[in-house]
């Protein structure tokens, strides 16, 4: 049952506290002013309860607002909750009925400043995006086998240290440190410097990062200068900045990422033991297809030597003549057959053009025609008797079947008022005037009398 304050209401009919707290709070969930709004200040009196929520106090200089953030909430953010920490909170106005207090659930917590640069990331990628910055098309390989590495990073950090251990472990190279500031102020200006100061020692390839750290920290990363540079670098760039969920700017436009300093040692240089041992294979092969081509090659040797032997070229030579002997017979014979052949065809083309043969084909031609006139005149004969026969069966079935043909033996045909023969004693009623069809004419008569049979 829903409740309404009227102003005024006599006292004998006070509505409950729950009541008025419930039309409070349906008031404050409504307004559209106090849904969905960031709210920044300072958190304090933080409690973390054993269910996960936390509840404390937000406050600035001039009030204090009682704040909820539910376990759900909490678990999606990416540290939680600091006493004393000035932070934005996205929620909206709530009441909780139970103690009648007005407060705000959150439903997104971020510290000061955190969301101003994920606004600032997400524009400056954008944009370098549209220019083309992060094409997969200027996307460069890595060299196999580099000379001389360069790397950007600070000179007191581990990620020097890693990428010498790695290179010495893989595959020892020159390797070149290009000290920089990799976080605070100025920090972007001193990679982008020393970058350029790597390229003067015609270094093959780059490493730019640094260890992991917040989104503060790591921000020099994702500035647009730092970005310009690694992609205006004459070689190819490996950006190192060591956290693995996230992505930076330089990743971005780098040509290669590495989650870590020294996935990008592995990534940049090969395993010279596994070189060493796909060279020894690769020698291996090549000394078994060397011995099979020795072995081969000496075979024709001694195959051309037995050949090229005085008395087995002797041999070869009177083979040969015997061979040439044996075609000049085989070519003698070829055209004394084929010879024979010929006058063989000649003489019966003659015998056929002879005026004896011809007439000899003529007789048989004449023969051969007045022996097939006289097999069809005598078919002819034959089908034109089987056809007057059918006639005369068929002539004397349609007599049987004409109704004329019957008056001859006395009948007559019944012909009604209706013009129609009668074949039946309901065709006609009594009274009616019917015609009869004799052999020789018609009579008329008058029924009187029906009678069935």
């Not at 509840?55 to 607002?65: N, P, R």
């Not at 370098?128 to 950090?157: N, Q």
């Not at 059918?390 to 209706?418: F, H, T, W």
Request: proline residues 4%.
């Amino acid at each position: 049952m829903e409740t309404t304050l009227v102003k005024g209401k006599a006292v004998s009919d006070p509505v409950s506290v729950t009541d008025f707290n419930s039309i409070a709070r349906r008031i404050l969930v409504n307004c559209d002013s106090l849904n969905d709004v960031w709210v920044r200040g300072e958190i304090s009196n933080l409690i973390r309860a054993s269910s996960g929520h936390y509840y404390f106090t937000m406050k600035d200089g001039g009030s204090e607002l009682r704040c909820t953030l539910f376990r759900g909430v909490a678990q999606r953010l990416t540290k939680p909750p600091q006493d004393k920490e000035e932070v934005v909170a996205k929620g909206s106005a709530d009441l909780y009925l139970a103690r009648g207090s007005y407060q705000f659930n959150i439903t997104d917590l971020k510290p000061v400043g955190v969301g101003d640069l994920h606004a600032k990331f997400e524009e400056l990628k954008r944009r370098l995006m549209e220019e083309g910055l992060f094409d997969e098309s200027h996307k460069r390989p890595l060299p196999r086998y580099p000379d001389t590495i360069g790397v950007v990073t600070s000179a007191t950090g581990s990620v020097i240290r890693d990428i010498i251990n790695v290179a010495s472990r893989r595959y020892p190279c020159r390797i070149i440190l290009a000290p920089a500031q990799v976080q605070g102020s100025g920090s972007s200006d001193s990679i982008v410097k020393a970058m350029s100061l790597l390229l003067r020692y015609g270094v093959d390839l780059m490493i730019v990062g640094r260890g992991g750290g917040s989104l503060e920290d790591l921000w020099p990363f994702n500035e647009e200068s730092v970005a310009r540079a690694i992609y205006s670098c004459p070689v190819p760039v490996i950006s190192a900045v060591g956290h693995e969920t996230d992505y930076s700017i330089s990743d971005f436009v780098a040509d290669r990422r590495a989650e870590t300093p020294s996935a990008a040692a592995e990534m940049a240089l090969p395993d010279l033991g596994l070189e060493k041992r796909h060279l020894l294979q690769l020698a291996s092969k090549g000394d078994r297809a060397l011995m099979r081509s020795s072995e081969s090659a000496h075979r024709e040797f001694l195959s051309l030597d037995r050949m090229l032997a005085p008395k087995r070229a002797q041999e070869r030579l009177e083979q040969m003549m015997q061979r040439v002997d044996d075609l000049d017979d085989d070519m003698v014979r070829s055209v004394k057959m084929r010879g024979e052949r010929l006058v063989s065809r000649i003489d019966g083309l003659r015998y056929r053009l002879s005026p004896v043969h011809a007439k000899l084909m003529i007789d048989g031609a004449k023969r051969d025609l007045d022996q097939k006139y006289e097999r069809s005149d005598a078919l002819v004969s034959v089908r034109l008797n089987e056809a007057s026969t059918r006639l005369q069966s068929l002539e004397g079935s349609m007599n049987a079947l004409d109704p004329i043909k019957v008056l001859d033996r006395g009948y007559c045909i019944v012909i009604g008022p209706d013009g129609r023969p009668v074949s039946s004693i309901d065709d006609v009623m009594l009274t009616d005037m019917v015609r009869m069809r004799l052999q020789d004419g018609y009579l008329s008569a008058e029924i009187k009398d029906k009678e069935i049979l």
